[in-house]
């Protein structure tokens, strides 16, 4: 057991939470339905997710998953423009330049907007690019290349521990020359799905609990880890646990994590997504 997890078993149960309610209790009742959901579809190569098929992003499957895309030009597309205004907002958040020419470029940056937004979508519409590759989530904030506020973390799995790796820039920035600690618990989230993933227990966070020991650098390649123990499952719940070390140094712990995961059910699932569910 790490001593990450060994915090979480220690730790305050969960309570019920406002969406999944009775779901974070992990109680009897929760194990008895995660059997029944298991017994109902014994054959199914994939999780499932509150009744739909669970499918893991690009960055959780080597190299971009088995899944075909139907429209690579656009994913290439995405791809380029998150780049593109990555380097932009990096350039913005670190240029010492003079007024004059910031305003210039603030000018040049408005003009680029309009023709952006001669076609968008709501919340309620998965981007076309995700739809011609179920699964992919371009715009994941944290591991979607074609986001550019994304750093992004690239992610892969060996022996069931989900590794992820990224260098923040100056756009992260909290304390001078560090990270700010909600990025670091973004960061912590999404790996902690990964391994929950890969451990074949999807699911909706319910509680993320984090404890920073030293600063996380910025411009310095860092290297995410996160595991689910034997024994950090329970029902629809899991625990799994994680850590952000630099690459240089993957001895000293900057940020130990725990969190709760719970795999809705069906009607928990219609609750929370009601007409747009998770992609099949």
Not at 69 to 96: F, M, Q
Not at 180 to 187: F, I, K, N, R
Request: hydrophobic residues 35%.
């Amino acid at each position: 057991m790490s001593p990450v997890h060994g915090e979480a078993a220690q730790g305050d149960p969960v309570q019920g939470d406002p969406v999944l309610g009775d779901a974070a209790r992990g109680d009897a009742a929760d194990r008895n339905a995660a059997q029944n959901d298991a017994a109902q579809d014994p054959g199914t190569e994939e999780p499932m997710l509150g009744g739909a098929r669970y499918r893991q992003s690009d960055a959780e499957m080597e190299p971009e998953g088995t899944v075909p895309d139907h429209d690579r030009e656009r994913a290439d597309a995405a791809r380029e423009l998150g780049a593109a205004l990555r380097e932009l907002v990096e350039a913005g958040v670190s240029t010492e330049t003079d007024p004059a020419t910031m305003r210039k470029i603030a000018d040049q940056a408005r003009e680029l907007v309009a023709p952006l937004t001669a076609a968008t979508r709501t919340r309620h519409v998965a981007p076309t690019v995700d739809q011609a590759k179920p699964g992919r989530r371009m715009y994941n904030p944290t591991v979607g290349t074609g986001n550019p506020i994304a750093p992004p973390m690239r992610v892969r799995v060996e022996d069931g521990v989900a590794i992820g790796t990224c260098t923040l820039g100056l756009a992260y920035e909290g304390p001078h020359s560090y990270t700010h600690g909600g990025v670091s618990a973004m960061l912590i989230d999404q790996i902690l799905g990964h391994a929950n993933a890969a451990a074949g227990r999807p699911g909706m966070t319910v509680k993320l609990q984090l404890r920073y020991r030293k600063p996380v650098p910025l411009q310095t390649p860092l290297v995410l880890r996160a595991w689910v123990d034997d024994d950090a499952v329970s029902g629809r719940r899991t625990s799994p646990a994680a850590t952000i070390t630099t690459e240089d140094d993957p001895d000293t712990v900057l940020v130990e994590a725990f969190g709760v995961f719970v795999t809705p059910t069906a009607e928990q699932a219609r609750r929370i997504f009601g007409d747009n569910p998770p992609p099949d």
